[in-house]
């Protein structure tokens, strides 16, 4: 190697760290692994103000959603989506009877989201709302409404000993 090439080589910049990769950067084309059943994330909603991202997970026909929150702990859930009708957004009621389950509101938010893949308000961004409840067992409600239209699940709180990054698409 000459010596103007050791120079060159002395005088160039070092390539960008890429960003360390960790759950809430998960994204569409990834896997992941939630209670052993293995899906694709096929896609990922994400609030602008919170430090959460919501997935679409696809695990053959079935569709499923997890939901992770940053607090001073990792908080995971796993969602299904239920059939419901709600009238108005301003009739969302703090509590809720649900197949003999009683839930109670736990937070309820706004936020402008971003979103990438199959999601279920495929908008290309724009206000969500969301209210969250929980059960007195491990059960949870969530509702979300934007542009007039909403979407009910029914889910569970996951350990996060049960969550499992397999590899990623990018």
């Known amino acids: 190697m000459s010596l103007f090439q050791r120079v060159k080589n002395l005088l160039k910049k070092p390539e960008p760290l890429k960003p ?17 059943v293995t899906y694709q ?6 609030p602008v103000n919170r430090d959460a991202v919501w ?18 702990r990792t908080i995971y859930g796993l969602f299904s989506v239920i059939d419901g009708r709600l009238d108005s957004v301003d009739e969302v009621p703090t509590e ?45 409600l969530r509702i979300e409404w934007q542009n007039g239209r909403f979407m009910l699940y029914e889910g569970e709180s996951i350990l996060p000993a049960d969550v499992e990054w397999l590899r990623g698409g990018s």
Not at 41 to 46: A, L, N
Not at 111 to 130: E, K, N
Request: proline share 2%; aromatic share 10%; hydrophobic share 30%.
């Open 55 to 72: 997935l679409t997970l696809r695990d053959g026909a079935d569709i499923r959603y997890l939901s992770i929150e940053e607090r001073e």
């Open 41 to 46: 994330i096929t896609g990922r909603t994400r």
């Open 20 to 36: 360390e990769r960790s759950v809430l950067t998960l994204g569409p084309g990834d896997v992941i692994e939630v209670s052993l």
């Open 96 to 140: 809720i009877e649900l197949d003999g389950v009683q839930y109670y509101l736990d937070e309820q938010f706004y936020s402008r989201i971003l979103d990438d893949g199959s999601t279920p308000f495929s908008s290309a961004g724009g206000d969500l709302h969301v209210w969250n409840y929980q059960s007195d067992g491990r059960k949870l």
